[in-house]
Structures are given as C-alpha cells and as structure tokens.
C-alpha cells in the first residue's frame, strides 16, 4: 500500500485550529495560495468537502470536525516526542510557547528566563502578551500566566510570583479640589477609570475587603479602556482614579505623581502561577523554563 503524504493533513489540522488561511500559513512557513493549493487536493482526493469558508473566516465542516478530531492530537503526540529527544542532545532545545500578559512578561518572566537562554542557546521562548484567557490546549500553548484564583482546576499551577496587592490611585491635581474617598463607597461620588475585561466583555467591578468583609463598587467614569497601561496615563494626567495592581503604580506613588487610596481596603492576594494541562509530559526544554520561573521558597 502506497504511503501517504501526511503535510497536507498538517495544513487541514493547522488552518482548522487556526480559523485563518493566513495564521495557518504564517505558522506552517508557506504562501496562502500554497496553502489553499493543499487543501484543494485534500478534499478532491477525499471527495468531501473539510472547511467552509466565508470571506471573515474559516471553520471545519462536520466531516472536518471528525477528521479534526480523529488526528489532531496525533500530531501534537509526534511533536512531544520530538521534543523529548532533546533530552538525548548535549543541552536541551526547543521552543516553549507562553501566553501571559505585559505586566507579568516585563516583571517576572523576561528577568528569571534571561539568564536561561543565555545558559542554553538551543532553547527558544515565544511570548503571546494577551490579556484574554487564552484555551492553552487548543491555541497549542505549553503553558499560560495567570492570577492563581482564576485558573482551572484540571491544570498544573506553580507559583511565579510573590503575593499581590490592588491599589486605588490618584494624583494630586485631581485631589487638589476634591475630597479623597475615605470608604470604598464613597467612589460612587467621584471619576473614575475604568476596565473593561477582554474575556467577557464587561466592566470590571472594583474588589476590595477589610477584616475578612468583602466590598465590591461599580464606579463610574469618562473613560474605560481594555488595557492597563493607558489607565495609568490618565490617573497622571487627572483623568479620575485607578485601581490596579500595586506593582504597576509604584514607581509613581514613590515619585509622588499619585497618591495611593483605601490601602487599609487592600489586602494580598495570591499573585501569578504559571499553568499547564496535567496531562502533557513535559519537554526537556519546558522543565527548565518551569524550574527557572518557580517561586524559590526563603530558609529561615
């Protein structure tokens, strides 16, 4: 029996997850018209139709979605294996995919992971900076970041970091002619930014407890934006009062160009775990990523 050419399976399987003739022959390294080229032959010599495309998308048919099904994770099955055999090298090599967002990615994972890739020039670490929850599994990620409160329990979390703090912050021009909010209720009277969260959609309601009572605000405000970084902009600039995490305001409450709120409403919470399917065997090149990023406990 003749064999077959597995690589065009390949393409079905990567436009598939994918959703895009253009991501999927970006990741596969060919042209778009190659790949459509594949593809056309596939379903000419299955004679079925395996994806339906529209002019904003691309999605697997229900006969695709079986062959999907069927040999996608043989795939990722051969690609862990080849990884594995990097364990048999001099050093470890490979390419470790992580999704987290820019805070975590400038404080904690480029300063532990530096020093790693300078130690093993065969590895290699593709950062995807996205503040959405990403599907790890099926997006083919080897792990994500993510505050521990919110991963799922079917997977592996290690912590990466210390315990965080929120923190409300305003500068003192915006101060200057108003009273400072001396109870988390009270925001209810003053302008405030807010964020709206990738995920869901919805505005993100300001979290804040004192002596095991929690309080949860809705504040009100001119401006809403989806990421961190312009809320800060504006906080200096006057535009209302912030709320996020201590880390990414503190060079400025040091400096004085804001001025911290509530702290007494702040308590620590669990920081960030890196996250991983409990079920993937890990590469020789993932372990030392995951040992270098683990919170290294402090002897007494």
Same mark, same amino acid.
């Given at each position: ?44 010599? +299955? ?16 006969? $695709? ?28 090599? $490979? ?52 505050? $521990? ?73 001119? +401006? ?77």
């Amino acid at each position: 029996m003749a064999r077959r050419n597995l690589n065009d399976l390949l393409a079905f399987v990567t436009i598939a997850r994918e959703g895009s003739f253009t991501r999927a022959a970006a990741q596969l390294g060919v042209t778009q018209s190659a790949l459509s080229q594949t593809m056309r032959a596939l379903e000419d010599r +299955l004679a079925i139709r395996l994806l339906t495309r529209t002019t904003r998308s691309v999605s697997p048919t229900e006969a $695709g979605e079986r062959l999907l099904k069927a040999i996608g994770h043989r795939f990722d099955d051969i690609e862990a294996e080849l990884e594995a055999l990097t364990v048999l090298r001099d050093k470890p090599a $490979g390419t470790v995919r992580i999704t987290c967002g820019d805070l975590v990615l400038r404080t904690i994972l480029l300063p532990k992971l530096t020093p790693l890739l300078h130690a093993y020039p065969d590895i290699e670490i593709e950062f995807d900076v996205n503040y959405g929850f990403r599907d790890i599994v099926a997006d083919r990620f080897d792990a994500g970041v993510r505050l $521990g409160e919110s991963i799922d329990q079917d997977m592996i979390a290690v912590p990466i970091g210390p315990p965080l703090r929120m923190a409300a912050v305003a500068s003192p021009d915006y101060l200057a002619s108003r009273q400072a909010p001396a109870k988390p209720e009270d925001l209810v009277s003053h302008r405030c930014i807010n964020l709206r969260l990738p995920t869901y959609g919805g505005l993100y309601v300001w979290e804040f407890e004192r002596r095991g009572r929690p309080l949860n605000v809705h504040v009100e405000g001119q +401006l809403t934006f989806n990421t961190s970084p312009p809320i800060v902009e504006a906080a200096l600039d006057g535009m209302g009062i912030a709320f996020l995490p201590e880390d990414e305001v503190s060079p400025y409450l040091q400096q004085g160009r804001l001025v911290r709120l509530l702290e007494d409403w702040c308590p620590p919470f669990p920081g960030y775990y890196l996250y991983y399917p409990s079920r993937r065997q890990p590469s020789p090149a993932f372990s030392l990523v995951l040992e270098a990023l683990k919170l290294k406990q402090v002897r007494s």
